[in-house]
């Protein structure tokens, strides 16, 4: 076997997600903001890379997704679309650019799709986004629907509360498989209902705060790493503490520095 056969890395697409969660194959996804993290997520042998709209909280400190505009968005998606050689990465459709008119929806989709080397958006939303998310498959554009918790929709739901509706849930998953989601985000739920969503429809589910019971998983990375601002969400585990590991370092350097000990004959050029 030649090297380069051995080094080549098969692309994961809608279709091989549909595939695994045929064949219960858990699903894995992580949120990626940046060339860096997406490469070695990548590199991991992650299924799914999310650029998703929480970097307004992640990365630019905000209280809320709201802040985050389609041309932040398109700048990090670029950055995770080329670090990507294996992964899917799907990209979140920012506020309000999958509440205003559909064509303007689509617009977005496709600049996504044209701008990036992505390959997929996200829509908050289920039974009454149906009509959008068909109007973006037919053009093109594959969806991934979000239910449950939506982020972008904080306001009126008045607060991050788990949802627990299972009848509506179920029926706004089963909306937006019929409509051509390829796949369900389900954020915050009960259990049971994630259970109920998964077994409705035959689309993969993703879940976020949503049990055990669906067909794959997805964190923020920054939460896995222990990189928070101070806030741990329940739903989440911490699988490295980086970001005692990045003060640590940041410290030692300081000291260093400050004693004269660094750079030393060996980290300067004569």
Request: aromatic residues 4%.
């Amino acid at each position: 076997m030649s090297d380069s056969s051995k080094t080549s890395v098969k692309r994961i697409t809608i279709r091989t997600l549909q595939r695994m969660r045929d064949n219960e194959d858990a699903i894995t996804m992580l949120t990626a903001y940046d060339f860096p993290t997406a490469q070695l997520l990548d590199r991991s042998g992650i299924d799914v890379l999310l650029v998703g709209d929480s970097l307004g909280m992640v990365v630019q400190g905000h209280e809320t997704t709201l802040p985050v505009t389609m041309d932040q968005i398109i700048y990090h998606a670029e950055m995770v679309g080329r670090a990507s050689k294996r992964a899917l990465v799907v990209v979140d459709l920012p506020f309000p650019e999958g509440q205003l008119e559909i064509n303007r929806s689509i617009e977005a989709g496709a600049r996504v799709l044209q701008e990036t080397q992505c390959s997929a958006i996200k829509l908050e939303g289920g039974a009454e986004q149906a009509g959008r998310i068909a109007a973006m498959v037919t053009a093109g554009i594959p969806v991934m629907a979000h239910v449950g918790l939506r982020p972008q929709n904080i306001h009126v739901e008045g607060g991050y509360r788990v949802q627990r509706d299972i009848e509506q849930l179920v029926a706004d998953a089963k909306a937006a498989e019929a409509a051509g989601a390829f796949a369900v985000l389900i954020e915050c739920v009960s259990t049971d209902a994630a259970e109920a969503i998964t077994a409705a429809v035959k689309v993969p589910t993703i879940g976020i705060g949503a049990g055990g019971k669906v067909s794959g998983q997805v964190l923020v990375t920054h939460d896995i790493l222990g990189m928070t601002s101070g806030y741990t969400p329940k739903f989440t585990r911490n699988f490295a503490e980086v970001g005692k590991a990045i003060e640590q370092a940041a410290s030692d350097y300081i000291a260093e520095v400050k004693k004269g000990s660094f750079p030393s004959e060996k980290e300067s050029f004569e």
